[in-house]
């Protein structure tokens, strides 16, 4: 990776969303995902206390394991297990062409899960979801950084 593309990783990084922490890749609270860290990824526990300040945390991953080991050993295998290749080809397609997903595709792409009609839970990594009238309401930033940052870089890192 080079430097221009790392330091604007880097960026995309340090400057998302405060809620969207590591680009909304674990499902949780605060001490869930740094469990998952720690566990999962093998980041010692002691590196993140919990109720620490994401932004914290961020810096020092940052520091190790760096932009390149976050994107390629955690955030790019994660959205895989999310997401499955068909999903991926038809958020990709979207994106391309400038449309947005349909709700109902996503919805049998993505397995959004409903209770009698009622969208519980969806995965809003790409498109952001209006489950009271099943509506897409536009792409995230992440979408934008995922199709023309992440996945070019896939083979390279």
């Known amino acids: 990776m080079d430097q221009k593309t790392k330091h604007k990783l880097e960026r995309y990084f340090i400057n998302t ?3 969207r922490f590591l680009w909304g890749v674990f499902e949780g609270n605060q001490k869930k995902v740094y ?3 720690s566990k999962k990824y093998g980041f010692p526990s002691y590196d993140f206390p ?3 300040r994401y932004a914290v945390v961020e810096r020092k991953l940052l520091d190790n394991p760096g932009i390149e080991r976050i994107i390629r050993d955690i955030v790019v295998p994660e959205i895989k297990t999310i ?3 068909d999903a991926l080809n038809y958020l990709r ?3 391309r062409n400038g449309i947005w997903p349909e709700y109902e595709i996503i919805n049998k792409l993505c397995g959004i899960e409903t209770t009698n009609g009622v969208v519980k ?3 809003q990594h790409f498109v ?4 009271y009238y099943k509506h897409v309401e536009g792409w995230t930033v992440f979408a934008g950084l995922w199709f023309e940052e992440i996945e070019p870089l896939q083979d390279k890192l």
């Open 50 to 52: 919990y109720r620490v």
């Open 17 to 19: 969303d405060r809620d």
């Open 83 to 85: 997401y499955k290749d």
């Open 121 to 123: 839970r969806f995965p």
């Open 93 to 95: 397609d979207c994106w």
């Open 35 to 37: 469990d998952i860290l």
């Open 128 to 131: 952001r979801i209006n489950s």
